[in-house]
């Protein structure tokens, strides 16, 4: 499965989901997660993010792994997204800026 890491928090470009051929795409209030059981490994959505925030679940970073979990979790709860839309305000701000796990809204 591919997994939505930490840079996407604060930002949410969801240009990702525009090319999920399989809609697996769930939708928080200033992040997004992919359900691990749906994901096909297909890889489309990776190169396709403007902060680079996905990654195979093999490649995850070592200081990102709590996000395999974090996307599981978080898939079950929140709606389905397979429409692009507007970034968030200050998503060019908080691109790249490190440790925004603590700014996550549920
Ligand atoms: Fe969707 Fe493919 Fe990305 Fe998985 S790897 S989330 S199936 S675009
Ligand atoms: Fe997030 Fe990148 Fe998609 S910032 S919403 S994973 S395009």
Redesign the pocket.
Known sequence: ??VVGENCIKCKYTD?VE????D??YEGPNFLV?HPDE????????PECPANA?YSEDEVPENQIAFVELNAELAEVWPNITEQKDPLPDAEEWDGVEGKLEHLER
Do not use: G, R, S
């Open positions: 499965t591919f990702c090319v999920c051929p399989v697996c795409f992919i994901c096909i490994d297909c890889a489309l959505c990776e996905i």
